[in-house]
């Protein structure tokens, strides 16, 4: 069975502009988290989808956005881009989003420049 | 909230000799912990986790932890480490009730060196 898979795999943009992240979860998995990873730290929670609704949000301003559809996959959009946001952005799935332990898969990421 | 702190940024360590990356976490509620490994330009990969039981856990790729509830600390040991485990090593936490929320570390850079 295919992984977790996010496109694109790069991406440069310039400051100001938008930008639309895309993951899909592993099959049957309907939970779907987003996380930052800025060069030298660790991933850092943008948002967590379950089933269609959002279900947490970290500490990030509003030009992040996210939406999940109903095959589950999902979007993480970023407006305004600035330079603090060049990062690796992660995307991990699970088959729930709540109860007892879920397995968390993680994608490859995308790597997003901003010049 | 949680918290976690990796107590080493870089650990240079020679081929076939032991190595310990460290962390502690702060949690209010029960957590689970993990490591993760991640290569260069690779997501994360999970090398273990500690859900409930013995203290004692092993992973893949000969890693083992120990988690100690008394100093909230869950560190990593391999008897052994080759060239092939230079990597980033993260350690997380993630409330029971959440699958979708990892709390993560800042990281360990384990070098093995010939």
């Known amino acids: 069975d295919a992984g977790v898979t996010q496109s694109p795999t790069h991406l440069i943009k310039t400051r100001g502009q938008q930008v639309t992240l895309r993951c899909s979860p592993i099959s049957g998995h309907k939970s779907v988290s987003w996380y930052q990873q800025v060069l030298g730290q660790g991933p850092q929670f943008i948002f967590q989808?379950?089933?269609?609704?959002?279900?947490g949000r970290g500490n990030f301003p509003d030009r992040f956005s996210a939406r999940q559809f109903p095959n589950y996959s999902s979007e993480l959009n970023v407006n305004a881009l600035l330079l603090g946001d060049s990062a690796l952005y992660l995307c991990?799935?699970?088959?729930?989003?709540?109860?007892?332990?879920?397995?968390?898969?993680f994608g490859d990421g995308t790597r997003l420049s901003i010049l | 909230a949680q918290s976690v702190t990796q107590l080493d940024s870089q650990v240079p360590v020679f081929e076939e000799a032991p190595v310990e990356l460290r962390c502690n976490y702060s949690?209010?509620?029960?957590?689970?912990l993990f490591w993760y490994v991640q290569y260069p330009n690779q997501g994360l990969q999970l090398l273990l986790k500690?859900?409930?039981?013995?203290?004692l856990v092993k992973g893949i790729n000969g890693f083992e932890a120990e988690f100690n509830k008394s100093q909230t600390s869950f560190h990593l040991r391999k008897p052994s480490v080759h060239i092939s485990d230079t990597a980033e090593y993260f350690c997380?936490?993630?409330?029971?009730?959440?699958?979708?929320?990892?709390?993560f570390g800042d990281g360990t850079t384990l070098t093995v060196k010939p």
């Open positions: 989808y379950y089933e269609k609704e959002e279900r």
């Open positions: 991990a799935s699970s088959p729930q989003g709540t109860g007892l332990y879920q397995p968390q898969h």
């Open positions: 997380a936490v993630r409330l029971i009730t959440n699958a979708g929320k990892s709390t």
């Open positions: 500690y859900l409930s039981g013995s203290t």
């Open positions: 949690s209010s509620v029960s957590v689970y």
